[in-house]
């Protein structure tokens, strides 16, 4: 049998790769609508796409954002009133953000730096210890309203034990779609076919008496989590007195209170924390969205120290839930920072009272004046609800009883149809909530101004005056029948 032939060292090497067809940052600036659609489409979420067209957000490219407004390819200036979720309390690219950003850059600061303190880290959570009240003054840094929620829930459970693990939460609740915040998000949409964590209880938003009763009767209870205001419920408030009678049955039964402000903390309903207007201190809070400056990824949990040093305290349990790689990177963590600097400088907080005050009163108003179309107007701040009539309410009464057997179908529809048109006509954006398909929400940059907010209530109150017969018509004609 024939040796095989030596190899030399050449042949060894290893082949130099093909260089694969990618996109530089200016060829992807470039993109067009339809390549961008045809790449959103091919490999992130084409069933996405599909929504995206039928409120005609699929032929907008944006090229820039600043202050208040989205600016298109084609030069239109688009007035945000969706706020990114309240993701943008600053507004767009807000001055001193993008210069303290800019001079981190400039000096060649460290960002991710896990060996060593971070100096930036620590400021930004002695910064939100200072504003937190009571005792909350614990913090745990991520990128995601999901992960501070996560590490909330965590503390929670390490401090109360296995024998008192079990979640108390809220129907029509959203805390997030990671694994463990899903199990207490109530959607059987995002929930899907996932095996979630089975130490859970549901009660009514709001219903302290629900409450009581679930606490008195199950000891298992050492938890209640809730959002302070609902975002994707349809911005839903508990009713007045409710979270200092939770806090009292939390103290009395042993119950630590998480209260989740991922969407309505950080100054959205005129204080930092939607809570303190009731006078009470959760034991547990979480933030995100607009923490990282409208341009950096921050999450934060605060707790107490006594929870917090109970769970994590000792040595042994010190890395049970320690900062992740990327919690209190260097550059967010100085947007985060600058961020609750000017948020308190510039009076963000005051602007989204007296805004908020001013645009709930102009949009009752219009509900006066709409009665067949607009049901509510409900919310705090610049964390606004506006919700539809089911379409049978809007057609004249012969036609109601038979087009109420449709409602529950086409819930949502006249929602989309108000969005699309004060996109297409009015370049006004919006947005919609998640459980209760009837709400678009109204969650602006705590920047806005009374003459932007006399604007939205033009263009609405424009919009409004059509008609349903005129509203269904126009958005089939310009929307729908062009979507493509």
């Known amino acids: 049998m024939s040796m095989p032939a030596y190899r030399n060292e050449d042949d060894m090497a290893p082949a130099t790769p093909a260089r694969p067809k990618l996109i530089s940052v200016e060829a992807a600036k470039l993109l067009d609508a339809t390549q961008v659609k045809d790449l959103f489409t091919s490999h992130i979420n084409p069933g996405q796409v599909h929504f995206l067209k039928l409120l005609g957000f699929d032929k907008i490219i944006v090229d820039r954002a600043e202050g208040m407004h989205y600016i298109t390819r084609d030069g239109r200036k688009i007035l945000d009133f969706f706020g990114g979720f309240c993701s943008v309390a600053f507004g767009h690219n ?34 939100l210890a200072q504003i937190a009240p009571g005792d909350l003054d614990m913090v745990f840094l991520g990128s995601t309203g999901s992960e501070a929620m996560e590490a909330a829930l965590k503390v929670a459970e390490q401090a109360q034990g296995p024998g008192r693990s079990k979640i108390l939460h809220a129907a029509n609740s959203f805390h997030g779609k990671t694994k463990g915040v899903l199990s207490v998000t109530d959607s059987n949409l995002y929930q899907s076919q996932f095996k979630l964590v089975d130490n859970r209880v549901k009660v009514p938003f709001g219903d302290i008496e629900a409450v009581r009763l679930a606490l008195e009767s199950d000891p298992a209870i050492g938890i209640v989590v809730m959002e302070t205001i609902q975002g994707g419920g349809g911005i839903v408030e508990a009713p007045l007195g409710f979270w200092r009678e939770l806090r009292a049955l939390c103290d009395k039964h042993g119950v630590l209170w998480v209260a989740d402000e991922v969407q309505c903390g950080l100054g959205r309903t005129g204080q930092f924390f939607a809570f303190e207007r009731d006078g009470v201190v959760p034991d547990v809070t979480a933030l995100a969205k607009a923490l990282g400056g409208s341009k950096a990824a921050v999450g934060a949990m605060i707790a107490r120290r006594e929870i917090y040093m109970k769970a994590y305290g000792k040595p042994k349990a010190a890395l049970i839930h320690a900062q992740a790689t990327f919690g209190g990177m260097g550059e967010a963590c100085i947007s985060a920072i600058e961020g609750l600097n000017v948020l308190y400088e510039e009076d963000l907080m005051g602007n989204a009272q007296r805004q908020g005050d001013y645009l709930i009163a102009r949009l009752n108003e219009l509900r006066a004046k709409h009665p067949s179309l607009l049901k509510e107007i409900r919310g705090r701040g610049l964390m ?54 009837n709400v678009i929400r109204l969650e602006p940059p705590l920047i806005v101004t009374r003459e932007q907010c006399d604007q939205f209530i033009t263009a609405l109150d424009d919009l409004l005056s059509r008609g349903i017969t005129r509203i269904v018509t126009d958005y089939l004609r310009k929307v729908a029948v062009s979507k493509g």
């Open 94 to 127: 807000h001055p001193r953000i993008i210069a303290a950003r800019q001079k981190f850059q400039a000096e060649n600061r460290h960002e991710i730096c896990m060996a060593f303190m971070s100096q930036y880290a620590s400021a930004l959570a002695h910064n």
């Open 384 to 437: 606004i609800g506006v919700e539809f009539q089911d379409i049978s309410e809007t057609m004249p009464f012969g036609l109601k009883h038979m087009v109420a057997l449709l409602d529950d179908k086409l819930k949502g529809s006249l929602c989309g149809f108000i969005g699309a048109l004060l996109l297409k006509d009015y370049d006004v954006l919006v947005a919609f909530t998640e459980y209760n398909r």
